[in-house]
């Protein structure tokens, strides 16, 4: 019996359901709204409304019209069972779609008005794809053991609507896709969504039939190897029944039981092949394991090796293979005459060499390490910026290892080598961490003895490890970390020393490395290696010396082999075919007899350097122009400079005021160069009452020195490097702050005899000597307008 679409009728929303035209479904109804649609709907022809919700989770509707779907199922109540909890079981008959117009909610629950839902059917009996659609259905219900009966019942129906409707219910679809099956409009639609879900549905069971063949074959695999390597360990068992047939676990701890590790080691080691028992030899946590166990196997753990301190081997090692050094090899000495005496090498002090490059520092602790007879590794700092590299990674990491210094241990071989930390101050960090902080535990005598790395998990001692470090500049490694360290200071070598270093070790080596026979085939006198050292070569070191000399060496081997006639030395002309024009010049003197000219001196990384001072008086407001590239503390100098002046001109008979009415430049050429520092304070005031009294200074006088405002000379450093680059271009005397007297005992030879030292508490002092009292006549300034 057909619907009467004037009526209103009762309204249940279903939660997880949808009920199709021509079917059956039980449904469990429990909300109270539900249950009076349902009895209102037993006392009124049992015809009931069915519609879907949106929204499963949702208990109590707020917005019928949005929360339910507008597309629902005509049904017809056939049978109520109540249950004791309050709920009722309902059988429930689709009956024909229908669509929604309103909803009202009275007397407790949903009335809604419905308007038919017009289906498109074709005038022949069966669409094309009919027969397709069953078929398909065939196949996928053999698949899922649906019942024969029931896919024969469906090739029977003329009603292939019906026939559809009664598919639905067997495909695994979800709830929104069986409620567009509600929505279809036309037979020929349905039809193709039911191929397509058929097909979609057959291509995901064709993919986990692949996935479980695969998996399957896989675990066979897996057990054949198992299989396999179980026999193989049998087998091998077999073979060493003689010591009682040991697995690999065994083995292993018959070796830790053989290494004099520490009980904590032992402990951690047998707990680790404990859990090692537990697995089988080819899962990766096994491997892992076995890992961590080989570290500690190959640790060389309570292996020393016996240092020698023969005094006299250890100088002789160190003079053999550097030139210089005095002070650094005395510190070392002094080393290791402590090291003598005590016997013991726990809590020795860190030493730091800084020093700029190539002046030897990592080769001065290669001669240590062989001095004393002990295994050198050498750990390079420079760019290392992860926190692990001095720590190492924890195991939960892939690929996790020790850090720099378990690995350093293993390559020693010993427990108590020379550790060379080159570049420390090279160090960088970032997010990875800040390994210049890790680092303080590994240096500090009183930590190291138990230093634990992440990887290793349990301490290590480090203190009889003999830890040198190398750095550039001292400013660069961080406070905490210098506090570690006894820094010895290297100093770059003045002329005299390369000219040893050049022919004692230098030339021997290239001449042996290029296959260029020495004094046969190639000499190189002083003056040609001076000459290399003044004019081609500028630094503290001797690389670039080195590099230069075998550039040499390579032109004179390139004649000898095009068998061009030559005599084995060198003269000035072939070095300059060999090498092109000198790079640079020597530094020269400013030229005598004109004022406001000082000779001053500079020190710089690669030696002291000749600083000319300049001064010009131009009629003006009393400005000061200050040109040369000069830092913010030499600027701060001259100001003072130009105090001390104008406090001091009318002892000369000049009125103080003319510097108002003065424009003051004073000029330091190369332009180019950056020069900053206050050593220049004596020279620019010199400089300035020069120009004042018009009264020229020897340029074979230099000066170097602070000036305070009251005219205290205050010591400066850098003395030797400036001392011997005054020597080399020319000056006669030098004239210094008295602080620094203590610094003149240890010049160069060849400058205490090259050069007079005056020492000066004041500048009034200097200026006694250097400007002699003018006539008691009267000297009136004039001002230029």
């Known amino acids: ?147 024969e009966g029931m896919v024969d019942a469906f090739f029977g129906m003329e009603n292939q609507l019906n026939a559809f409707y009664g598919m639905i219910p067997f495909l695994q679809v979800s709830l929104a896709e069986k409620q567009s099956f509600l929505e279809v409009t036309t037979l020929e639609e349905m039809s193709l969504k039911l191929l397509t879900l058929m097909e979609v549905t057959e291509d995901n069971d064709n993919v986990m039939v692949r996935v479980q063949q695969n998996v399957r074959q896989k675990m066979a695999q897996q057990q054949k190897e198992w299989f396999i390597s179980e026999q193989i360990r049998q087998l091998q068992d077999e073979l060493d029944g003689s010591e009682g047939a040991a697995n690999e676990p065994d083995m292993l701890l018959r070796k830790i039981k053989a290494k004099k590790f520490s009980p904590t080691i032992v402990e951690k080691l047998e707990e680790e092949i404990s859990r090692m028992r537990l697995m089988q030899p080819t899962s990766p946590e096994y491997a892992v394991s076995r890992n961590y166990v080989d570290w500690f196997l190959s640790l060389p753990y309570g292996e020393y090796t016996d240092t020698v301190l023969n005094m006299k081997k250890v100088k002789s090692e160190l003079d053999s293979k550097h030139f210089g050094l ?250 300059q075919e060999y090498l092109g024009a000198p790079r640079f010049l020597d530094s020269q003197l400013p030229e005598p007899g004109r004022p406001g000219v000082v000779t001053g001196l500079a020190w710089t990384s690669v030696g002291g350097e000749i600083l000319p001072i300049e001064c010009m008086l131009l009629s003006g407001k009393g400005q000061i122009i200050m040109t040369g590239k000069l830092g913010d503390v030499m600027k701060e100098s001259a100001q003072i400079a130009v105090s001390l002046v104008r406090e001091r001109l009318q002892r000369f008979g000049i009125d103080p005021a003319i510097v108002k009415k003065t424009d003051i430049h004073i000029h330091v050429p190369e332009g180019a160069v950056p020069k900053d520092g206050p050593s220049a304070g004596i020279a620019l005031t010199l400089c300035l009452l020069s120009a004042f009294t018009k009264t020229p200074i020897p340029p074979d006088i230099a000066f170097t020195g602070e000036v305070s405002l009251t005219g205290a000379c205050l010591a400066i450093g850098g003395l030797n490097e400036k001392a011997l680059a005054a020597l080399q271009a020319g000056v006669k005397t030098l004239r210094l702050p008295a602080q620094n007297k203590k610094d003149v005992d240890e010049l160069p030879a060849p400058a205490k005899k090259g050069l007079k030292i005056y020492t000066h508490k004041h500048i009034d002092e200097i200026i006694k000597v250097l400007f002699p009292k003018p006539s008691k006549r009267k000297q009136n300034a004039k001002t230029e307008k």
Do not use: W
């Open 1 to 147: 019996m057909a619907f009467d679409f004037t009526k209103t009728f009762p309204l249940l929303p279903l939660r997880d359901a949808v009920v199709f035209p021509y079917t059956t479904r039980r449904i469990l109804v429990g909300r109270e709204m539900s249950l009076r649609a349902l009895e209102y709907a037993e006392n009124h022809d049992n015809e009931i409304i069915l519609v879907a919700q949106k929204d499963v989770s949702q208990e109590e509707l707020q917005n019928p019209m949005l929360d339910l779907y507008s597309v629902g199922v005509a049904a017809r109540v056939s049978n109520v069972t109540p249950f004791p909890n309050g709920c009722v079981k309902v059988v429930l008959e689709g009956v024909e779609v229908v669509d929604l117009r309103s909803i009202l909610v009275q007397d407790g629950f949903l009335h809604v008005t419905i308007s038919p839902r017009k289906m498109q059917i074709p005038t022949n009996a069966k669409t094309k794809s009919f027969d397709e659609v069953l078929a398909r259905f065939r196949d996928y219900a053999t698949k899922r053991n649906i019942a």
């Open 326 to 575: 005095d002070k650094v090899k005395e510190r070392i000495m002094e080393y290791v005459a402590v090291l003598k005496l005590t016997g013991t090498e726990r809590r020795a002090p860190i030493l730091c060499l800084v020093g700029p490059p190539g002046v030897g520092k990592t080769t001065l602790v290669e001669s240590i390490a062989i001095a004393m007879q002990r295994n050198f590794v050498r750990i390079t700092l420079g760019g290392v910026r992860d926190e692990a590299e001095i720590r190492g990674h924890r195991r939960t990491y892939i690929g996790a290892m020790p850090g720099r210094f378990i690995h350093a241990l293993r390559r020693a071989k010993c427990m108590n080598p020379v550790i060379l930390l080159d570049e420390i101050d090279k160090m960088a960090s970032d997010f990875r961490g800040d390994p210049a902080s890790a680092l303080l535990e590994v240096l500090d005598p009183e930590q190291n003895h138990d230093f634990t790395d992440h990887f290793m998990e349990v301490g290590l001692d480090l203190s009889r490890v003999l830890f040198i470090a190398t750095a550039n500049s001292e400013a660069e490694i961080p406070d905490a970390l210098r506090d570690r360290f006894e820094v010895v200071r290297l100093p770059g070598y003045y002329p005299h020393e390369k000219l040893q270093i050049a022919s004692k070790f230098l030339i021997p080596r290239i001449c042996e490395r290029t296959g260029v026979k020495q004094k046969e085939q190639v000499e190189f006198g002083d003056d040609i290696i001076k000459k290399v050292i003044r004019e081609y070569t500028r630094e503290a070191g001797v690389r670039e010396l080195e590099r230069t000399l075998e550039s040499a060496v390579r032109h004179r081997a390139k004649e000898i082999v095009m068998g061009k006639k030559v005599k084995p030395q060198v003269t000035e002309k072939q070095l």
